[in-house]
């Protein structure tokens, strides 16, 4: 392979590397989340396999609604100053 084609496979598996990389942080974020029961956990984790994006999605939509303000923090707007 020449050069300028080895460039287009970088660029080409970028984004499978980063898909893949969300898709292994969010199952292990699903393994360490208590609050999850048994069956909810293999369902996540099943989503995220089989839909990885939108698995991905859907699990960073829904942490905040189960992490408490008492765990997590919330991003908030600062007031401005005037």
Same mark, same amino acid.
Do not use: C, H, N
């Given at each position: ?6 460039? &287009? +496979? ?6 499978? %590397?980063? @898909?893949? *990389?969300? +898709? !292994?942080? *969010? @199952?292990?974020? @699903?393994?360490?989340?208590? #609050? $999850?029961?048994?069956?909810? #956990? %293999? &369902?996540? +984790?099943?989503?995220?396999? +089989?839909?990885? $994006?939108?698995? !991905? /999605?859907?699990? /960073?939509?829904? #942490?905040? #609604? ?8 919330? /991003?908030?707007? @600062?007031?401005? %100053?005037?």
């Amino acid at each position: 392979m020449e050069s300028w084609q080895w460039l &287009l +496979v970088l660029i080409a598996g970028l984004p499978a %590397v980063f @898909v893949m *990389g969300a +898709v !292994i942080w *969010g @199952v292990l974020d @699903v393994l360490k989340d208590d #609050r $999850l029961d048994q069956t909810a #956990r %293999v &369902l996540w +984790v099943l989503l995220l396999f +089989v839909l990885p $994006l939108f698995g !991905i /999605l859907a699990w /960073l939509y829904a #942490r905040p #609604r189960l992490t408490g303000l008492a765990d997590g923090f919330r /991003l908030t707007a @600062v007031p401005s %100053v005037s």
